[in-house]
Nanobody, 119 residues
Framework: QVQLVESGGGLVQAGGSLRLSCAAS????????MGWYRQAPGKQRELVADITSGSNTNYADSVKGRFTISRDNLKNTVYLQMNSLKPEDTAVYYC?????????????WGQGTQVTVSS
């Protein structure tokens, strides 16, 4: 059983920064992808960024240059540094871990953490 626990969400003004963390416990895929997704009210869940166990990264166009994803494989933890936040970044952010090569919305999910950016 895999558990993902997110932390670091909150309320911030536009232009500010937040850092999200997600710690994974349990046994999961040795070759994996850890990622951050978000879901705003009335919208579908979307990929924000992901990172392979070999540290290859992928970002949504809307966050390129503002967000940075990283991971610590020894701690099974993934981070999302969010800078220059905009009101449209407001959403519940979810952590995910999936087998490398599997579908982007497969695998295990955290419970979500709220990020609210005020204008």
């Amino acid at each position: 059983q895999v558990q993902l626990v997110e932390s670091g969400g909150g309320l911030v003004q536009a232009g500010g920064s937040l850092r999200l963390s997600c710690a994974a416990s349990g046994s999961f895929f040795s070759s994996n992808v850890m990622g951050w997704y978000r879901q705003a009210p009335g919208k579908q869940r979307e990929l924000v960024a992901d990172i392979t166990s070999g540290s290859n990264t992928n970002y949504a166009d809307s966050v390129k240059g503002r967000f940075t994803i990283s991971r610590d494989n020894l701690k099974n933890t993934v981070y999302l540094q969010m800078n220059s936040l905009k009101p449209e970044d407001t959403a519940v952010y979810y952590c995910n871990v999936r087998r490398y090569g599997s579908g982007s919305y497969s695998g295990y999910w955290g419970q979500g953490t709220q990020v609210t950016v005020s204008s």
